[in-house]
C-alpha cells in the first residue's frame, strides 16, 4: 500500500464517521449521506490500484459494476417510505453475503494451512456473514407479508438452534486448529444459512426492525473481519462503524420499547391476542365514533393539537395531508406539535423523515422526553395510525407484553382523537384500552382520506 492510497483511505474514514455524526439529526441527515457517499466513493477509487487484475477479472468486475449500480440506484429511489425496512433488510444481507464468500476466496487461496491471522477471521466473517444474508432475507420476507408476521416455532426450537450453533463451533474450531478444506468450510457455510433463517423466524413481525439493526451489526463485524483478512483498513473502519452503530441502536429500540434484547429475540413476541375487530371492543365495551366535519370543529376552536403519527400514516402516505391540516390550524391560530416516538413506523427516524418529506418544520418534531409534559396542556391528541407507542397497558398492566415500554402521554390530553382504519390492534397484538376512553373520539378510515376530509372541513368551519 502506498502513501498516497494510505492517506486515502484515512480521509475515507474521516468522511465515514463525519457522516455518521450527521445522520443523528434530520436537519443534517441528508448531507451525512452525502459525506459518507463521498469517503465511499474515494475507498473504492484509491482500492483499484491494488488489484492485480487479470482479463477476466476486469470483465467480471465491470459486469458486476454494471448490475450492482443500477438496482442499488433504481431500488434507493423507487422504494416508498413504508418499504424503508425491507431495503435496509436486502442491502444489509447482500453486505453479510458478500463478506462471506470474500472469506471462501481467501481460505482457497491460503490452502489447507492458512496463519491463524487469515484463518480466525475468515472462519468469523463466514460465519456471522452467512447469518446475517439469511437472517436478513427472512425478515425481508416477513415484512413484506410474504412470510406470516406472526413468530413461527414448533417444539425443541431452541435446542435444535443450540445444536447448529455447538456444530458451526466444532466446524470452525477444526479448520483453524488442524485444517481449511472446501470438505469443512463449505458446510460451515451452509450451518450459517440455516443458522440465519432459524434464528429470525421465531421473532414477531413488529420485532424485524430491532432484528434488523442486529443483523446489520452483525453485517458490520463481518466485513470488518475481512478487512483484517485483506489488510484493508478502509474495510475496517467502515465495517466497526457499521457494528457499533447497529448494536448501540439495537440496545436502544429494546429499551425504546421497554424489552431486553433477549425477551425480543427468544419471547416469540407478537401474536395478536386481542378479539375481532369492529366497534365494539373487548368485552362488550363500545367506542365512540365521529364525523369529520365534528372533529374538524373540535380542532379548529383548540389552541393546542399535538399529532402523534405512526405507520398508519407511512402506509397511507398522508405526510402532505397531515401537513396540509396543520397549516389550516395554524392559520387560525391553533399551535401545531408532533410527537415522536423512538419506535413509530417501522425503524427509529421514520417519521421524523416521513415529515421532513412534507416540509414540516424541524422544530415542531419532538421527541418523546421533549412532548410528554406537554400533552397535559394540549386540548387534541390526534393520533394518526400509531397505536402501541400510545398504549396505556404500558403503564397500567402489569402482566402485558408492553408493560414497562415508554410511550407518549396521549391519554393525558384533554381529548383525544384516533385515526384508525378499524379496531384491530397493532403490532404488538394487544386490545388498547384508550380506543375506549371516554375521551376518545375515533375516526375510521384510511388516514390520507381522512386527513383530506378534515382539511376540508376546517376550512369551511
Same mark, same amino acid.
Given at each position: ?5 494510505? =492517506?486515502?483511505?484515512?480521509?475515507? !474514514? ?29 475507498? =473504492? $477509487? ?15 468486475? +465491470?459486469?458486476? $459494476? $454494471? ?43 491460503? %490452502? ?21 444474508? !439469511? ?10 407479508? /410474504? ?23 466444532? +466446524? ?18 451452509? =450451518?450459517?444459512?440455516?443458522? %440465519?433463517?432459524?434464528?429470525? /423466524? ?18 458490520? =463485524? ?15 473502519? !467502515? ?15 429494546? *429499551? ?18 386481542? %378479539? ?22 373540535? /380542532? ?12 398508519? +400514516?407511512?402506509?397511507?402516505? %398522508? ?7 396543520? *397549516?389550516? +390550524? ?10 415522536? &416516538? ?11 423523515? $416521513? ?39 404500558? &403503564? ?34 394487544? *386490545? ?28 369551511? !368551519?
Amino acid at each position: 500500500m502506498t502513501v498516497a492510497v494510505a =492517506l486515502a483511505y484515512l480521509l475515507a !474514514a474521516v468522511l465515514f464517521i463525519l457522516g455518521l455524526i450527521q445522520l443523528s439529526s434530520p436537519k443534517s441527515a441528508r448531507r451525512g449521506n452525502q459525506i459518507a457517499a463521498v469517503g465511499m466513493a474515494i475507498a =473504492l $477509487l484509491a482500492t483499484i490500484p491494488l488489484l492485480h487484475f487479470t482479463g477476466a477479472g476486469i470483465a467480471i468486475t +465491470l459486469i458486476g $459494476l $454494471l448490475i450492482g449500480i443500477p438496482i442499488g440506484a433504481f431500488g434507493a429511489r423507487r422504494v416508498k417510505m413504508t418499504a424503508i425496512p425491507q431495503m435496509v433488510a436486502l442491502f444489509n444481507g447482500v453486505g453479510g453475503g458478500a463478506a462471506a464468500v470474500v472469506a471462501v476466496s481467501e481460505l482457497l487461496l491460503q %490452502g489447507s494451512h492458512p496463519p491463524f491471522a487469515v484463518a480466525f477471521p475468515s472462519v468469523f466473517s463466514i460465519v456471522i456473514g452467512s447469518v446475517s444474508f !439469511a437472517g436478513s432475507l427472512v425478515a425481508f420476507a416477513k415484512l413484506q407479508a /410474504l412470510l406470516t408476521g406472526t413468530p413461527i416455532t414448533y417444539p425443541g426450537q431452541q435446542i435444535v438452534n443450540g445444536a447448529l450453533a455447538l456444530a458451526i463451533v466444532a +466446524l470452525a474450531v477444526y479448520l483453524i486448529a488442524v485444517a481449511s478444506t472446501p470438505l469443512i468450510f463449505v458446510p460451515l457455510l451452509i =450451518l450459517g444459512l440455516v443458522l %440465519g433463517v432459524a434464528f429470525v /423466524l421465531p421473532i414477531g413481525g413488529a420485532d424485524m426492525p430491532v432484528v434488523i439493526s442486529l443483523l446489520n451489526a452483525f453485517t458490520g =463485524l463481518a466485513v470488518a473481519a475481512s478487512g483484517f483478512v485483506l489488510g484493508n483498513f478502509a474495510l475496517i473502519v !467502515a465495517g466497526t462503524l457499521v457494528g457499533a452503530s447497529g448494536t448501540l441502536l439495537t440496545r436502544l429500540m429494546s *429499551d425504546a420499547m421497554g424489552r431486553s434484547l433477549g425477551n425480543v429475540l427468544f419471547g416469540a413476541f407478537g401474536t395478536v391476542t386481542a %378479539g375481532p375487530a369492529g366497534v365494539a371492543g373487548a368485552e362488550g365495551k363500545s367506542v365512540r365514533s365521529g364525523t369529520p366535519e365534528d372533529i374538524a370543529t373540535l /380542532l379548529a376552536y383548540s389552541r393546542k393539537v399535538i399529532v402523534v403519527p405512526g405507520y398508519g +400514516l407511512a402506509v397511507a402516505q %398522508g405526510q402532505h395531508a397531515v401537513k396540509e391540516l396543520a *397549516d389550516e +390550524l395554524e392559520k387560525r391560530g391553533v399551535e401545531v406539535e408532533y410527537a415522536i &416516538h423512538p419506535v413509530a413506523g417501522r425503524m427509529p427516524g421514520h417519521m421524523n423523515v $416521513l415529515l421532513a418529506e412534507a416540509n414540516v418544520p424541524y422544530d415542531q418534531l419532538k421527541e418523546m422526553d421533549q412532548i410528554n409534559d406537554e400533552f397535559k396542556s394540549a386540548d387534541v391528541a390526534l393520533v394518526v395510525g400509531a397505536n402501541d407507542v400510545v398504549n396505556p397497558a404500558a &403503564h397500567n398492566s402489569p402482566g402485558s407484553p408492553i408493560y414497562g415500554m415508554p410511550i407518549l402521554n396521549a391519554d393525558e390530553a384533554k381529548n383525544i382523537v384516533f385515526m384508525k382504519r378499524s379496531m384491530r390492534p397493532g403490532f404488538a397484538g394487544i *386490545d388498547n384500552e384508550l380506543l375506549y376512553d371516554p375521551k376518545t373520539v375515533m375516526l375510521f378510515g384510511d388516514a390520507k382520506d381522512s386527513l383530506m376530509k378534515l382539511v376540508a372541513a376546517v376550512k369551511a !368551519a
